[in-house]
């Protein structure tokens, strides 16, 4: 079973390019970029549910056999790397700088987003190294990194048949919305917080 799921793993990129490849014949790389992002800001935002609110959400898909364990994932020491965010946290964040950028200033920031996915790139093959090695495997997890994989394709793709350049108004556009993603979720998850411990403290007290 698991050389067949890693067989799997191996067919995920090139499904990728094959549909990246018909797809940009129809809609544009950055269209296809927007539209992975909102996948990503989904499938992040159910992980964040399921990690801080509903365990249960999803388990027909998260919880099949041995193998498929959403929660042992999601639970585990690894889905906090910093011991601060969770996985699903981080991937908002990506997801959601990589969406306001590429839908307010595509052309300038594209060569940062390839880098910004690039180094996604790096902590999905850690993610998927480390599934493998526990022998459990996260289905959000997956669907998570189909998304970095696509983003990942569509912008090199896009480089290929463009200039490569890094603009100094693409820089700061850049590093101006990525912080201003990240504080703006800082903000909302102390919030998030709160909101959680009140309920806890009010339902202590009835």
Same mark, same amino acid.
């Given at each position: ?62 919880? $099949? ?34 969406? $306001? ?32 090695? $526990?022998?459990r495997f996260c289905l959000l997890c997956m669907l998570m990194i189909v998304g970095v994989w696509v983003g990942f394709s569509l912008l090199l793709y ?49």
């Amino acid at each position: 079973i698991i050389q067949n799921n890693r067989f799997l793993l191996l067919l995920i990129p090139i499904i990728s390019l094959l549909s990246i490849e018909l797809s940009t014949r129809i809609i544009s790389y950055r269209e296809l970029l927007t539209l992975t992002n909102l996948y990503g800001i989904l499938i992040s935002g159910i992980i964040i549910i399921k990690t801080y609110f509903d365990s249960n959400l999803l388990n027909r898909l998260c919880r $099949v056999g041995r193998l498929i364990d959403c929660n042992s994932i999601l639970r585990s020491r690894f889905a906090k790397p910093f011991d601060w965010l969770s996985l699903g946290e981080w991937g908002l964040i990506f997801y959601s700088t990589s969406f $306001v950028l590429g839908l307010l200033n595509y052309f300038d920031s594209r060569t940062l987003l390839f880098i910004l996915f690039c180094a996604g790139m790096v902590i999905t093959m850690i993610s998927l190294a480390l599934q493998i090695w $526990v022998k459990r495997f996260c289905l959000l997890c997956m669907l998570m990194i189909v998304g970095v994989w696509v983003g990942f394709s569509l912008l090199l793709y896009d480089l290929i048949h463009s200039e490569i350049s890094i603009s100094i108004k693409g820089l700061l556009s850049f590093l101006s919305w990525s912080l201003a993603v990240f504080f703006g979720w800082l903000i909302t998850r102390i919030l998030m917080i709160d909101s959680i411990k009140y309920k806890h403290l009010k339902i202590k007290s009835n």
